[in-house]
């Protein structure tokens, strides 16, 4: 069972999806607009976050910008605008997955399943694997053990997914990995979003990190193929 925060204003449509989610065993906490669900979010701190974009008081994607900067939280975004920019929009800002209106309460229900199974699989990642490698570089500290990340004596907060994706390439370096295998490995073999999902997340690492001339620049890309992490001469 999880505990779900559900941000929609449509009422009928928030009380239909309340009671799938419930049936399916989650406890989930309504919010019919911007400002309420991330206080709520704020107080509760939700196992899972399901988003629509359209709402009032604040705009869904405004919503998703503030908890991207304060919670390490995942969230399904639901939206009526089904435009590919709209959907790499949200994917880009932090989402984890989204469903596009209209849509069916099964298939709703399915995507949440398999998104906590994609998140029981990072978690896993991040309390056995992580746990026996910390890497401590001259201008870079991954600890797993406290989920931290700290840039050139900066600390730097990332979400659980960004975490992941860094620690894995860090973990593995000189090596090229796919955005497929990327998807994959950090993402799940359910995950139904596209490669561009690997390039929006690796590219907020690198600005978290501090951009060129910061270790944003262990991050390399080759067109075509995939990203792998440097590690410089000298460093174990």
């Excluded at 799938?20 to 309504?30: T, W």
């Excluded at 399901?50 to 969230?75: K, M, N, Q, S």
């Excluded at 978690?123 to 570089?137: D, F, G, H, K």
Aim: glycine content about 8%.
């Amino acid at each position: 069972m999880a505990r779900i925060l559900l941000v929609e204003d449509e009422v009928k449509l928030a009380a239909l999806i309340r009671e799938a989610l419930e049936q399916a065993g989650h406890h989930v906490l309504l919010a019919f607009d911007g400002p309420s669900g991330l206080l709520l979010a704020r107080q509760e701190n939700p196992d899972l976050i399901i988003l629509d974009l359209r709402l009032p008081g604040i705009d869904g994607l405004d919503v998703l910008r503030a908890l991207r900067r304060e919670l390490l939280v995942p969230v399904l975004i639901l939206t009526a605008r089904g435009t590919e920019f709209d959907r790499v929009l949200g994917l880009e800002l932090g989402a984890d997955d989204y469903v596009v209106k209209p849509f069916s309460l099964r298939e709703l229900v399915a995507r949440v399943r398999a998104l906590l199974r994609r998140l029981e699989i990072v978690a896993q990642v991040s309390q056995t694997e992580c746990l026996e490698r910390p890497i401590r570089l001259s201008d870079l500290v991954i600890d797993p053990a406290t989920r931290e990340v700290w840039s050139q004596g900066r600390r730097v907060h990332l979400t659980a997914r960004e975490f992941a994706l860094l620690w894995f390439l860090a973990a593995n370096p000189g090596r090229v990995f796919s955005r497929e295998y990327l998807l994959d490995r950090v993402w799940g073999p359910d995950f139904a979003g596209g490669e561009r999902t690997v390039d929006a997340h690796i590219a907020r690492i690198r600005k978290k990190l501090g951009g060129p001339g910061s270790p944003a620049d262990r991050l390399v890309a080759y067109w075509g193929v995939g990203y792998r992490f440097e590690r410089r001469e000298g460093e174990r």
